[in-house]
């Protein structure tokens, strides 16, 4: 079964604006991780951010955790056209991987 | 060299034959995953392994059987094929570390397609 939700499902942004994406999941993690992927190709990791971190930076990136409430969000500030992806949030429960429904950016240029 | 590869890349076949996808990690890494992608987007675990032994098996139907003669591979056996089948399957592996799981590298996708 799937184990985090993202919203939302689909995004459209102008090049130099921020996208933000929402992930909830459902049982305790060890990590929550964010991945990419273009279309036609495989997923590529972003950044993993553990149970006890709240918030995590890599380069425009900005990923917080908020494990009361169990959701997490990706922030990309100043959004390129090359970021045209969808963008899936991933949870770490004891090495079971579990991937929400992902979110289709679209970044126009 | 690739990270984690898997062949067939495309897969077209008649409903009721089986097929095989084969998938190799060069990265050293002890856990290695088979996930399904479907034309949603979902990305479904359906198995995971570590260091051989099968430490996930998701409510697949049992026509799927995986295959780990070692660490590094990850093979995927499919009976009796059917029509929703269909989907892009995809090869993962990462290792584990004190605090969880490390990043999955995923290998390019299997696009399967049952006629």
């Known amino acids: 079964s799937q184990q985090g939700e993202e919203d939302p499902q689909a995004l459209s942004i102008q090049e130099g604006e921020n996208a933000t994406m929402n992930c909830s999941y459902k049982?305790?993690?060890?990590?929550l991780q964010w991945y990419r992927q273009n279309s036609g190709r495989g997923l590529v990791h972003l950044i993993l951010?553990?149970?006890?971190?709240r918030e995590k930076h890599s380069g425009r990136l900005r990923v917080t955790l908020d494990t009361s409430k169990k959701s997490s969000s990706l922030l990309i500030t100043a959004s390129r056209a090359a970021d045209t992806a969808s963008y899936f949030c991933?949870?770490?429960?004891?090495?079971?991987?579990?991937f929400g429904a992902g979110t289709r950016l679209t970044v126009k240029p | 060299d690739t990270a984690v590869s898997q062949t067939p890349k495309y897969l077209v076949t008649q409903m009721g034959n089986d097929k095989s996808i084969k998938c190799e990690q060069n990265?050293?890494?002890?856990?290695m995953y088979w996930y399904k992608q479907d034309s949603k987007k979902f990305l479904k675990i359906m198995f995971s392994?570590?260091?051989?032994?099968?430490?996930i098996n998701e409510t697949v139907p049992n026509r799927f059987s995986p295959k780990s003669p070692d660490k590094a591979h990850l093979n995927l056996h499919i009976n009796s094929l059917e029509l929703g089948d269909s989907a892009v399957y995809f090869c993962?592996?990462?290792?584990?570390?004190?605090?969880?799981?490390?990043?999955?590298?995923f290998g390019e996708g299997s696009r399967l397609t049952v006629l």
């Open positions: 993962a592996s990462s290792s584990r570390t004190t605090t969880g799981t490390g990043e999955l590298f």
């Open positions: 049982t305790s993690i060890n990590n």
């Open positions: 951010i553990r149970s006890n971190e």
């Open positions: 991933a949870t770490d429960n004891n090495n079971d991987m579990r």
């Open positions: 990265l050293g890494h002890d856990t």
């Open positions: 392994y570590n260091n051989k032994e099968l430490i």
